[in-house]
């Protein structure tokens, strides 16, 4: 009768151990999840900008800005094709990268303002749980719309045209 209780219990030992290990995790990303600015509300300070601190008004004028993780082939992929919009298509707008686990990115240029963020803690103090996460802010520094993931170039237009028709 012991070992048959053993086994219950290591069993169940097995099972559970895991799935509140699962439970505990997730509760984690959510916690995190839910430091991320929403729809709506201004966008918090962000250091690496000219002025110190603060993403400053730009009458006028759409900013994205994009969390990214060096070396993350999405986030590559994302960078460059807002990168291309941002010289060739309208509206147009500013483009901002944060990218975590880096020191000095490289692909700071005129149409891309790169901040690193070499222990990912701006990423972290802004939620960020997927890369790249996107944010669309208008020209008073509100968020206008916040996605996450790859997207191929008509649904980053798209994104980019609900934004200003928003404003």
């Known amino acids: 009768m012991n070992r048959r209780r053993l086994a219950i219990a ?3 030992v097995a099972v559970l151990a895991p799935l509140g290990g699962l439970i505990w995790f997730e509760s984690g990303i959510r916690a995190r999840q839910a430091q991320r600015p929403d ?7 962000l250091p690496g900008l000219a002025d110190g601190e603060a993403l400053p008004a730009s009458p006028g004028r759409l900013r994205v800005v994009t969390f990214a993780r060096a070396g ?12 291309r ?6 509206p147009t707008f ?22 690193a963020d070499p222990d990912a803690s701006v990423s972290k103090r802004f939620g ?6 996107v944010f ?20 980053w237009r798209s994104f980019l045209e609900s934004g200003t028709d928003a404003l």
Do not use: K, W, Y
């Not at 729809?39 to 300070?45: D, Q, R, T």
């Not at 919009?85 to 309208?90: I, N, S």
């Open 39 to 45: 729809v709506g509300a201004l966008f918090p300070a």
């Open 128 to 133: 960020v749980v997927h890369v790249p996460l």
């Open 72 to 83: 993350c082939g999405n986030c590559d992929r994302t960078i460059t094709a807002l990168r």
């Open 10 to 12: 290591a069993v169940a």
């Open 94 to 115: 500013d483009l901002i990268a944060v990218v975590a686990g880096t020191h000095a990115p490289e692909a700071s240029g005129e149409d891309l303002l790169a901040i």
């Open 136 to 155: 669309l802010i208008d020209g008073q520094s509100r968020i206008l719309a916040v996605t996450t993931g790859e997207r191929p170039a008509t649904a």
């Open 85 to 90: 919009m941002a010289r060739t298509e309208g």
